[in-house]
């Protein structure tokens, strides 16, 4: 299936993938329509949309008047019934198999708990397609054009290997190997932030813009980026793979190994850490004594909580916590940092915020002053954040799209970095 190397193919193929990519973002055209729009010559289109017809890619709806030239044009429309794509997301919780059309719209969907290990995850990859082809009614092979998988951890994107996932348990799990034993199509592997920033790309900001950046900061800290409209893993996966930065020398003990990682800094699971030393502290300089796990008790008229979730850690900042005030003003002068050196180094036109952060007004606008007070060489950096808005079942819609555009292209993934 690999295309044949060539100025003629590659030409073919990029007309091929341009017409597609405007039937994503128009819905129905008119070849007259997509020889103006792709600026390709009536003959180009022709034959293109001619071979879309026979592949089972494009369908031909009815006539519509049209009066450029004054006779019946077709409209066409990629078909929603005769091929489909399969999108699986191995998340930390469950395990979700996706049937998605041509359009990117999920028509079926089947769900099982995570499962851990190569051997599991394996298995499951075996049995989860056939079943969700025949809960679907599906029983031809051929009319499934490609299979992508989303998972977390490190991914090796080019051999479709997931490296490491500590979460998962899978350690140099050759995905793409194990299902091309069984698929003749298109197989993906794709890391879960790259699929959430396409899917922010794409659903979230409409693709009006060319280069963007996601970063989620939760229980890790994790980057997608997208330049030129396409996913940019890096070499062996690890783009974005900031999290083990150092920002705070002689910090906090991180779980690599190091002192003063930015997830120390920002992520939930030391934050609470942080939280509950400070508010121990509080208790003990207000002259109160700590009461275990239920909370700290109050004294000479001080209370002082001990958060036993981050979420409440975000709640006691919100209601103006003064104890909190000094992690969560290094917390906020580290994730403006990170902002800042984002726009200066990349200069994405956004810069999309996921996570905890998203979720804490109070936080951000913190944020939002002190990168005001950086001298950016263009417009404020504070003007060029956006908050995540796609829900998680979009990053699989988000994957089906990056996987069709491969699919209709005729690419292959790894050829995207070759
Ligand atoms: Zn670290």
Known sequence: ????????????????????????????????????????????VSSQ????????FIDELGKTDTTTVGRKAVQLEITRSKGYVIVIGLGGQSFTCALV?????????????????????????????????KQSGIAELARIKGISIVSPGIIDEQSGTIKLSRGLQLSEF???????????????????MNASVFAEYYYGLNAAYRNVIYVSVEEGIGAGIIINEQIYAGS??????????IVDAGGMLCKCGNRGCIETVLTM?????????????AAVAAGASASGSAGVEAGAGVDVVLPQHFDEVLALYEQGAEWLQPMMHQAAQVMSQLMATIYNFMSPEKLIIGGWPSRSDTFMQEVKRRL???????????????????????????????????????????????
Not at 174 to 192: G, K, P, R, T
Request: one cysteine or more; hydrophobic letters at 40%.
């Open 372 to 418: 005001d007070a950086f001298p950016f060489p263009t417009e404020t950096g504070s003007s060029r954040f956006v908050f995540k808005s796609v829900e998680q079942h979009q990053i699989l819609a988000g994957a089906a799209t990056w996987l069709l555009q491969d699919v209709f292209g005729g690419v292959h993934f790894s050829q995207r970095y070759s």
């Open 101 to 133: 059309n041509f359009h990117g719209e999920i028509v079926h969907v089947d769900v099982v708990p995570s499962m851990h290990g190569n051997d599991a995850v394996r298995r499951y990859l075996s049995e989860a397609i056939p079943r969700l082809m």
């Open 49 to 56: 949309v001619d071979e879309l017809i026979r592949e089972g």
């Open 174 to 192: 050759s995905v793409q190997a194990h299902l091309a034993d069984v698929y003749d199509c298109v197989i993906e592997v794709v890391n879960d």
């Open 1 to 44: 299936m690999k295309p044949i190397k060539g100025d003629l193919q590659t030409m073919k193929e990029m007309n091929r993938a341009a017409i597609l990519r405007l039937f994503h973002r128009k819905g129905t055209l008119t070849r007259v329509e997509i020889a103006k729009l792709a600026h390709l010559t009536p003959t180009t």
């Open 236 to 245: 062996n996966g690890a783009a974005g793979e900031i999290g083990h930065t």
């Open 269 to 281: 699971p030391y934050m609470l850490q942080r939280a509950q030393l400070a508010a121990r502290e």
